[in-house]
C-alpha cells in the first residue's frame, strides 16, 4: 500500500526518478554523438578521424579489430537511444507492442556491442594493456550476461525479475559516456592527476573498472525502491544525498558536453 512508504524510502524513490531522467536526457544526447561522430566515419570510410579522440583505436592493416570497434560504436549509440526509450514506464505500459519490438532490437544491439568491444579487445588489446584488457573484458562479459538474463526473463514471463536485469542492463549501457564524464571532470578538477598519455596511470588503473561498477550499485538501489523497500532509515537517507549530488554531476557535465562537443557533432552530422 502506498501508505505504508516510509518518508525516507519516499524521499530515495523520487531522487532515483529525477537521477533517472537525468541519465535517459545526457544518454540520449551522447548516442546521438556516438551516432554522429563515429558511426558516420565508419559509413562515409573516414576512421582516421577516430584516432583524434581515441588514439590508436583505428589501424588500418587489421580489418577485425576495425570491425569490432566500429560494430562496438555503431550499436553503442543505438542502445543508449533505445534504452531510454525502454526504462519509460508509460510507454511500456500504455503501448506494450512497441516497448517489445523496441526491446527486441535494444537486446541485439547489447549483444552486438559487447561482442564488438570483446573482439576488439581480443585481436588489438586496449591502449593500456592488461588491467584495462581485464576491466574492460569483464565490463564487456557483464553486459553480455544482462543482455541474455534481460530477454530470457521476459520471454519467461518473470516480468519483475526482467526489470531488474532491463536496469542492471542500462545501468551498464551508459558506461562509455559517464567514462568520458568522468574523466572530463577529473581533468578540469585535478589538472590529470594520475593520468599519463598512454592510459597507464593510477587513475587510468581505476577508471579501467570504476566507470560501471558504481552504475551497478546505483541499479540496485533503483531496484530496491522500485519494490519500497530500500536498505534502512539511515542508508536511505545516504543514498538520497549520493544521488542528489550525481544529479548534479551528471546536470553539470550534460551542459558542457553538450555545448563544446557532443551539439557541434551532432548540429554537423544533421546539417
Known amino acids: ?5 516510509t518518508t525516507d524510502v519516499r524521499i530515495l524513490r523520487w531522487s532515483s526518478y529525477f537521477l533517472t531522467a537525468i541519465v535517459w536526457a545526457s ?6 554523438y556516438i551516432l554522429a561522430f563515429y558511426a558516420s566515419a565508419l559509413y562515409t570510410g573516414d576512421m582516421e578521424k577516430w584516432n583524434g579522440v581515441l588514439p590508436g ?10 570491425a569490432g570497434v566500429g560494430i562496438h560504436f555503431a550499436t553503442g549509440g543505438i542502445i543508449l537511444i533505445l534504452g531510454s526509450i525502454q526504462m519509460i514506464d508509460s510507454i511500456r505500459l500504455r503501448f506494450p507492442a512497441v516497448h517489445r519490438w523496441i526491446g527486441r532490437i535494444y537486446i541485439i544491439a547489447s549483444l552486438l556491442t559487447a561482442v564488438g568491444g570483446l573482439v576488439f579487445i581480443f585481436i588489438k588489446g586496449t591502449i593500456c594493456g592488461t588491467v584495462m584488457d581485464i576491466g574492460f573484458g569483464l565490463y564487456g562479459v557483464l553486459m553480455l550476461i544482462a543482455a541474455i538474463e534481460t530477454y530470457r526473463h521476459a520471454r519467461a514471463g518473470r516480468l519483475q525479475t526482467h526489470e531488474a536485469w532491463a536496469i542492471r542492463l542500462y545501468a551498464l549501457a551508459i558506461g562509455s559516456f559517464l567514462y568520458r564524464m568522468d574523466y572530463g571532470f577529473w581533468m578540469m578538477l585535478t589538472g590529470g592527476v594520475g593520468h599519463e598519455e598512454g592510459f597507464s596511470g593510477s587513475f587510468d588503473m581505476i577508471m579501467a573498472f570504476m ?6 550499485l546505483v541499479a540496485e538501489i533503483l531496484i530496491r525502491t522500485k519494490g519500497n523497500r530500500g536498505f534502512g532509515k ?16 551528471l546536470l553539470t557535465g550534460t551542459y558542457y558536453f553538450t555545448k563544446f562537443y557532443w551539439g557541434p557533432a551532432i548540429i554537423e552530422w544533421v546539417q
Do not use: D, H, V
Not at 27 to 32: N, P
Not at 211 to 216: A, G, H
Open 1 to 5: 500500500m502506498k501508505g505504508t512508504i
Open 27 to 32: 544518454a540520449g544526447l551522447f548516442g546521438l
Open 57 to 66: 583505436l583505428y589501424t588500418k592493416e587489421s580489418t577485425a579489430s576495425n
Open 211 to 216: 566507470f560501471y561498477l558504481p552504475n551497478l
Open 234 to 249: 539511515a542508508f536511505n537517507s545516504i543514498f538520497s544525498i549520493i544521488l542528489i549530488i550525481l544529479m548534479l554531476f
